[in-house]
């Protein structure tokens, strides 16, 4: 019984067990499920905000550029220059067209210079270089090649792209219109250079593609974007060559040294098409994400570059904080299995505690009101039952009294193993014929079995059969080994008290007996008192 226990409790402490590991094991599963989750719109959201961030960037160039060309034109279209390049040697057509061009640079800002010049490229007007003036600026090939596209510009803006100016030595978006006569033969041409600082700085002023240490407003607003530290980069795709450098601005009309940045020179190089996308880069041992643009129009490609752990912080915060929580439902849940553990110990000691306590609080009762020999009630047991009796005339109570006669001799002839034997058996017997019933050692070899009434049951007869049915069985020799049998045998008496019973009742059967001395099998000493 006691193996079986333990096992059933070792039994219960594996489920509880299986119960936390399986309960630590769907919130990991539920963690690792809600970091992938978060980090991966997280990581989807940064890479839409760097892509939005870099076709904003890549319009405000375009804007830029279409601004100026549009500035290029409404110059090529005024009559002072048809008007000079009809008749270059005019000194009054001359100077009414120097005006202009200077008026035109004055509302143009980031301007290098505007000029108009004869087809073969020869300076006529110059808005700020007047030593330019009466000096071609092509020759050969080159002028060739300039009055070639400028031709199949038509009567649009030819854009020469970005480059370094001869003349001043600053990196310039240099823009050329042919000015054609009224049979729709060139003249001559306009240009014009405008600096690229011009368009880098509108580009700095927009907060989040790269920051303006001396705009404290800009500064402000990317305090707390991913794109603070991002930097750009606008490439010659057909050349590789860096046109301006977002980065270290001293370092232009180089080849770009980034392998990807490379490949995508090589896949998009004068295609005619608009391309966007995203690629992952080391550079220095640092890692980087840039987002592209593809200009097919002047084949420019176009990137905004920024650390990887910069435009994926916040994807990097949420998996430590996730991981974090994770770890702490982990800490939680070991040390709620380790105090669960140490309270199984303390309820299995407490539980043995009780056990003994009922054990010995079993002992003393056994010792107090139990015959040690027979666990048969013993006196004390009697008198105290005999004082919350209810015992009446309307609720009568029956008492016998069966005394082993001679038990004595019987301890002296056979030994007191035999007599003890006996006095066990006669118990068992009782017990037998009358269950539920109480039954008493009031004396070393006399007992008392109390019966109570219910509706006048049992009735007398009965009683008194049943007694000489147990006075039958412990007629029964008991036999003892290497010394033959024991025939015991009783006195015997019965009464029927009808009302308040205490132990006197005892003393009043002891004298039935003793009267009547050895009893007979259906001649039992009956009597109501």
Known sequence: MAKAKKKEKKKGGISLNLVLIFQLIIMLGLVLTITNIISSRTRANSDAHLN????????????????????????????????LLEDPENEEKLQAAQKLARDFHLDIPYIEGLYISKWDTTVLVHSTMMGAIGKPTRSGD????????????????????????????????????????????????????????GLITTLDRISGANKNAAD??????????????????????????????????????????????????????????????????????????????YIAKYDWLFTVNVAKSDIYSLTYAMRVFLGAFGAIIIVLTTVFFFINKRQERINQKLVS?????????????????????????????????????????DKPCYFMMFNILGFSEINTRYGNDAGDRLLVRT??????????????????????????????????????NDVNTAFRQLMVPEKIDNMGAIYPKFKIAVIKRSSAADTSVVSALKDMTNRTGEATYGMIDYREM
């Open 427 to 464: 118990v068992e017997t009782l017990n037998d014929i009358f269950p539920d019933r109480a039954v008493y050692r009031t004396g070393s070899d006399e007992f008392v079995v109390m019966i109570p009434t219910e509706n006048g049951q049992p009735a007398p007869e009965q009683v008194l």
């Open 142 to 197: 080159e002028l060739i090649l300039l009055q070639e596209a400028i031709k199949n510009s038509g009567k649009q803006v030819y854009n020469g792209g970005i480059m370094r100016s001869p003349a001043s030595d600053k990196q310039v978006i240099s823009m050329y219109k042919a000015v054609y006569d009224s049979l729709g033969k060139p003249i001559g041409l306009v240009g014009i250079g405008i600096e690229t600082d």
């Open 216 to 293: 404290k407003e800009v500064k402000a607003k990317q305090a707390q974007s991913a794109l603070t530290n991002a930097f750009y980069y606008m490439i010659k795709a057909d050349s590789g060559n860096i046109l301006f450098n977002g980065q270290d601005k001293g370092k232009i009309d180089v080849p770009i040294e980034v392998d990807e940045l490379k490949k995508l020179c090589e896949k998009y190089g004068a295609t005619n098409t608009d391309a966007t996308g995203k690629i992952e880069y080391t550079d220095g041992g640092k890692d980087y994400v840039a987002s592209y643009v």
């Open 353 to 393: 505690t009780i056990a003994k306590n009922a054990q010995t609080r079993q002992s003393l009762n056994t010792a107090m009101f139990k015959d040690v020999l027979t666990n048969a009630n013993n006196r004390v047991s009697f008198s105290m039952d005999m004082e919350k009796s209810d015992v009446s005339a």
């Open 52 to 83: 939005m961030t870099t076709e904003e960037r890549a319009q405000v160039i375009l804007n830029y550029v279409e601004v100026s060309e549009r500035q290029l034109k409404d110059f090529s279209r005024a009559a002072q220059v048809t008007e």
